[in-house]
Nanobody, 124 residues
């Protein structure tokens, strides 16, 4: 069973940058699509970005497109989310996730393995 661990969250001022990492154990992450999702207090979990297992296809939520970049290093069994030009509305707990089967989707319901989340707080 794949286990995912996020890291890299923290407190940053608006306009700043953070890079989140999603490291996998118990499985080869290169075999999976990996998605990033976030959940702000009082809101539902929402899609942020996704990358196909081969890395050649990515998708982003409209709200982060042009500011966030998802990438993967399969040799390190890690997926990254580079976040630039952060805004207070980006404040949330960020989760990485992977589906059990080889599918590509932006829907959270498709994903079976989830990390514990990492807090990102953007101050104005």
């Amino acid at each position: 069973q794949v286990q995912l661990v996020e890291s890299g969250g923290g407190l940053v001022q608006a306009g700043g940058s953070l890079t989140l990492s999603c490291a996998a154990s118990g499985g080869t992450l290169s075999a999976y699509t990996v998605g990033w999702f976030r959940q702000a207090p009082g809101k539902e979990r929402e899609f942020v970005a996704v990358i196909k297992w081969s890395g050649e296809i990515t998708d982003y939520a409209v709200s982060v497109k042009g500011r966030f970049t998802i990438s993967r290093d399969n040799a390190k069994n890690t997926v990254y989310l580079q976040m630039n030009s952060l805004k207070p509305e980006d404040t949330a707990v960020y989760y990485c996730a992977a589906p059990r089967v080889r599918v590509y989707s932006v829907r959270a319901s498709i994903y079976d393995y989830w990390g514990q989340g990492t807090q990102v707080t953007v101050s104005s």
